[in-house]
């Protein structure tokens, strides 16, 4: 079966012009909604596994403020507001367990 152009699971085409760059634009404009949501979910136990390694997440944690950098630039806000509240949180969990 091939993707149809437009659906969830067509292959997205990245313009020659931005290929290589602009690359952390493209990761917060396909998966910053869930990062967003995971990086507080997953915060104790990444603290907990840090404390035994700090090199364990280093990547993700810092991409993750990489993208709430640009959702700040992107949304004209201080990267303090984008705190997600819980029940927010509990909301995406509940969407993604009915899944």
Same mark, same amino acid.
């Given at each position: 079966?091939? *993707?149809? $152009?437009?659906?969830?699971?067509?292959?997205? %085409?990245?313009? =020659?012009?931005?290929?290589?760059?602009?690359?952390? +634009?493209?990761?917060?404009?396909?998966?910053?909604?869930?990062?967003?949501?995971?990086? *507080?979910? $997953?915060?104790?136990?990444?603290?907990?596994? %840090?404390?035994? =390694?700090?090199?364990?997440?280093?990547?993700?944690? +810092?991409?993750?403020?990489?993208?709430?950098?640009?959702?700040?630039?992107?949304?004209?806000?201080?990267?303090?507001?984008?705190?997600?509240?819980?029940?927010?949180?509990?909301?995406?969990?509940?969407?993604?367990?009915?899944?």
């Amino acid at each position: 079966m091939v *993707p149809v $152009a437009g659906s969830p699971c067509a292959p997205v %085409r990245i313009p =020659d012009a931005e290929r290589g760059r602009n690359c952390r +634009r493209w990761v917060w404009y396909f998966f910053y909604y869930y990062l967003s949501r995971f990086c *507080p979910l $997953a915060r104790p136990y990444i603290d907990q596994e %840090r404390r035994l =390694d700090p090199t364990i997440w280093e990547s993700f944690l +810092r991409l993750c403020d990489q993208l709430d950098g640009i959702e700040a630039a992107k949304r004209r806000r201080i990267e303090s507001s984008l705190v997600v509240s819980p029940q927010d949180l509990a909301r995406f969990v509940n969407e993604e367990l009915a899944l």
